[in-house]
């Protein structure tokens, strides 16, 4: 067979038609084939939330799993893809690979239900090397399905970039038969391509570093089509796990769906990443998207949502000349959805696939049961209604624990006696987790569930050195979370940027500070400094003077902010003298099991610096925080539709 065309134009399609009728030579079948794609499942493979321990209509693939048996019983010729962050983000993820083990030669519960649905092929997202690669290559060994990654390669210990391997298969031709619109069959070569975002070399340094390289998405696109062409690709599916962005591709774009849709010879993009729905109104006006087509720069492209939310769909249509050559001459994407929400109701559209379910039951019982195995008490209830606005004790806990692992860690090392901090933030903060998405528990015992609500990222502790100077630039970069207050209004102002990612807002204990928001941010939501004279860190102190911006500072993280992630002043790896094997979540738990019992007040280290008597801000929070927020010292104003609540803060 021919490799096709990436696409004929309309009068040159009907002058070969015209010249088929002629000569004999030519008949050109018309073929329609449905491309479906699940993204980001992240190991919801049933609607159900595990930190609350409660059914959840909003997720699960055995819901998706209904989306696409439909769809697939609406077309004649369909393939079924799905692009990766599967086997992590949730507690069944955690449960399979630090608690239950997995073996070569078991299946993984992700494909214990995936292979029941027949997917054609997968590709690797960033978050499936959380766990090391050994994990990840026992767990793909169960799937029934090829998986392919292009933009990886094995470090081979020279400097001839030539003679690279990748480490997994970076491309694939799927052999298939085609049923024409005429009732014909037609063989047909689809080649399928993956990629990664680049920065898991960043993100999982400890596992990938000496093992592994990454090259750009676009560059390794355009090296490797033209190769799937020659080895007699008909169409070329992309599966980047990469999303949208306007900037220029520097090599190593992290989002760069839509400059691969400008690599000659892809025919249709199905991609992911950004926790978000392509075709929506949230890329209206966005460079080359046709919302209407579902396209990017004219190829047909979807992008599925997260948690198995939604179905996508890229339904191509294809001409097939005698010879067996492709064109695809038009095409376009949509999603459909497994629930509905208006407010704080969320309705399901769908049913779950009842063998699905089966599937993976014995496996949600086993993480439902770890879950709840109590570790123990707290003295206090613990939220994070107010963590964006408020010394929290969620964040207190988490911090209190890891200076404890520091102090343990260090002790006889060249960096016993570094004053130890200690860095937090609110992963549970709202945002696009919705009104729920908070951690909410009541006092008494505390059970893993709680630990993992706590911690919800399986990152690994981390500790590095920095001087006074570094400390400051650290919170000077998180402060970017607030917008900049006009305190001469006495009309209430937003104080949170809801673009600004909350696991990026870190608190560090350990030190005493204001931060000033009638400031404008010395960063900006990239990392990159804007204002080098902007200054929102005040009265920055540690054991009650004035911070020496020549001292050393033990400072406690994750693997995520340690190497790079968040793009935060001085945090490239380079400044890491310890890279702990346990998770910070299993340095919570042990922390916990140690105390017995936990006092998880709020010390109080940090406040807001007065904006005027009359200076009021406002927060979005939970509903459910309204009978805290007097005793928190905020006002509760309403419920608004988005379903949140809108509180009121004085920063007199």
């Known amino acids: 067979m021919t490799p096709a065309h990436r696409r004929t134009p309309l009068v040159a399609l009907l002058a070969l038609a015209a010249l088929g009728s002629t000569t004999g030579t030519t008949h050109a079948a018309e073929v329609d084939l449905r491309l479906m794609e699940t993204t980001d499942l992240h190991m919801y493979l049933l609607p ?36 990766g962050d599967l086997i992590q983000g949730n507690p ?30 997968a590709n690797v997202g960033n978050h499936e090397f959380n766990y090391g690669l050994e994990f990840l290559l026992k767990t793909l060994s169960g799937a029934d399905f090829p998986y392919v990654l292009s933009n990886v390669y094995t470090v081979d210990g020279d400097d001839d970039p030539d003679n690279d391997r990748h480490y997994f298969q970076p491309w694939t031709l799927l052999e298939r038969t085609l049923i024409a619109r005429d009732g014909s069959e037609h063989p047909i070569r689809v080649g399928v391509i993956g990629f990664t975002p680049p920065q898991i070399m960043t993100w999982d340094k400890s596992h990938l570093q000496g093992r592994v390289t990454v090259r750009g998405i676009v560059e390794t696109a355009k090296a490797l ?4 062409r020659d080895a007699g690709a008909d169409i070329v599916i992309a599966i980047p796990h990469s999303g949208l962005s306007t900037a220029t591709p520097d090599g190593l774009r992290e989002n760069a769906s839509a400059q691969l849709s400008k690599v000659d010879g892809i025919d249709a993009i199905l991609f992911g990443h950004a926790h978000a729905v392509f075709p929506s109104e949230a890329y209206e006006g966005f460079p080359g998207a046709d ?26 249509t294809l001409d097939v000349d005698d010879d067996g050559a492709w064109t ?13 929400q208006e407010g704080r109701e969320v309705s399901a559209l769908v049913e779950s696939q009842q063998d699905i379910v089966e ?19 707290t003295t206090a209830p613990i939220d994070s209604f107010f963590a964006q606005v408020l010394d929290d004790p969620s964040i207190q806990i988490v911090t209190d624990a890891q200076a404890w692992y520091a102090r343990s860690t260090l002790k006889g090392t060249e960096y016993d006696g570094l004053p130890i901090l200690s860095a937090g933030a609110p992963f549970k903060a709202g945002g696009r987790g919705g009104p729920g998405n908070y951690t909410d528990l009541a006092e008494g015992d505390i059970a893993i569930r709680n630990v993992a609500d706590l911690y919800v990222y399986p990152n690994t502790l981390r500790i590095v050195t920095l001087d006074g100077a570094g400390v400051r630039e650290w919170l000077e970069r998180s402060a970017g979370q607030f917008n900049t207050i006009d305190p001469a209004s006495s009309q209430p ?25 009638t400031q404008p941010s010395r960063y900006d939501s990239d990392g990159a400094l804007v204002d080098p004279d902007a200054q929102r860190i005040v009265d920055l102190r540690y054991a009650g003077e004035p911070i020496d911006d020549d001292q050393r500072f033990a400072i406690v993280t994750n693997n995520y902010r340690a190497g790079g992630g968040g793009t935060f002043p001085g945090l490239d790896g380079s400044a890491t003298i310890v890279e702990a094997p346990q998770t910070n979540r299993q340095v919570l738990v042990d922390y916990i099991l140690e105390s017995g019992t936990i006092d998880p007040a709020a010390d109080g280290n940090w406040s807001f610096e007065p904006a005027g008597p009359d200076v009021i801000v406002t927060l979005e929070s939970s509903p459910a925080a309204q009978d805290r927020a007097a005793d928190a010292g905020l006002e509760f104003v309403e419920v608004l539709d988005s379903g949140f609540a809108q509180y009121r803060l004085p920063l007199r």
């Open 48 to 83: 159900y939330d595990y930190y609350r321990d409660a059914p959840d209509d909003s997720v699960g693939l055995a819901r998706t799993a209904t989306l696409i048996r439909a769809a697939r019983a609406e077309a004649a010729n369909s393939l079924l893809f799905d692009n």
């Open 493 to 517: 102002q937003p104080l949170v940027n809801p673009d600004f990612p909350s696991y990026n807002f870190d608190v560090i204990d350990g030190v005493d500070y204001r931060i000033d928001v």
């Open 359 to 377: 599937a993976v039951s014995e496996s949600h019982e086993g993480a439902i049961a770890w879950m709840g195995e109590a570790v123990g008490t």
């Open 92 to 121: 069944l993820g955690d449960w399979v690979a630090r608690s239950r083990g997995l073996a070569f030669g078991e299946i993984h519960p992700a494909y214990e239900a995936m292979n029941l649905l027949g997917y054609d092929a």
């Open 291 to 316: 919302l209407e087509a579902g396209t990017l720069n004219g190829v047909p492209a979807v992008m599925p949502g997260f948690w198995g939310s939604h179905l996508g769909l890229v339904d191509l």
């Open 225 to 228: 089509v033209p190769q799937m």
């Open 328 to 340: 695809v001459t038009g095409g376009s994407g949509s999603v459909r959805a497994i629930a509905s």
